[in-house]
């Protein structure tokens, strides 16, 4: 009787099925893999924020519209803030999120007093007595007003707190060049005035308004 001695199965060595697996995935990363120029990588990045352009893009198309449909008559705003300074808040004015002070938009005539320290001091009858009104006329332009007042520009437009900030600073820029670079000041001492801008309420007995409009 013959006995048949099975084949013995010749092992594959591991380093050649590591070989075999590395070099699949190669072919697949290589399949998946989409090859740009330095042209389509810059195109495809994300673009960085241009506080000139934002300005320039915003301010006298949309921003100053937008203060001025929604601007109230100052004294009226003031007498309501006196009575009731929640709810004045919540009718005429805005605010970035759910806490913070409420920004307004606002209107008024007064007679002019002496430019001094970058601010314009305007008597404006009807608001209550002791309560200081001036509008910011450079060349420092400080605050947000413009940018929380006009209602549409929000944090979550923007990549971090330093480009929101900027866009507020750009804002300011743009009212400086665009209104008060071309304002004499010393000309309005003592003479009836009308304006239109913003402000934000720190305490109802001093108002600073960032301008938009004065005439």
């Not at 300011?172 to 009836?192: P, Q």
């Amino acid at each position: 009787m013959t006995t048949t001695v099975p084949a013995r199965r010749r092992r594959v060595p591991p380093r050649w099925i590591a070989a075999a697996a590395i070099a699949v995935l190669v072919v697949l990363m290589a399949v998946d893999t989409e090859y740009r120029t330095a042209e389509t990588a810059a195109a495809a990045a994300p673009k960085k924020f241009d506080p000139a352009a934002f300005g320039a893009q915003n301010y006298q198309a949309k921003v100053v519209p937008a203060i001025q449909q929604s601007a109230v008559d100052l004294p009226v705003l003031l007498k309501a803030l006196a009575g009731d300074k929640d709810a004045a808040g919540q009718k005429y004015g805005k605010r970035p999120g759910s806490t913070g002070p409420y920004t307004f938009a606002v209107k008024g005539t007064g007679k002019a007093g002496k430019a001094r320290s970058g601010l314009l001091p305007v008597t404006v009858e009807g608001v209550p007595d002791g309560t200081r009104v001036s509008l910011q006329i450079g060349p420092a332009i400080n605050g947000t007003a413009l940018r929380d007042a006009a209602g549409y520009i929000t944090f979550g437009q923007f990549t971090n707190q330093v480009e929101y900030a900027d866009a507020a600073t750009a804002l300011n820029n743009e009212l400086r060049a665009k209104l008060l670079n071309g304002l004499d000041a010393a000309a309005l001492d003592g003479k009836e005035i009308t304006f239109t801008g913003a402000f934000t309420l720190l305490t109802p007995q001093t108002v600073t308004i960032t301008p938009v409009a004065i005439t």
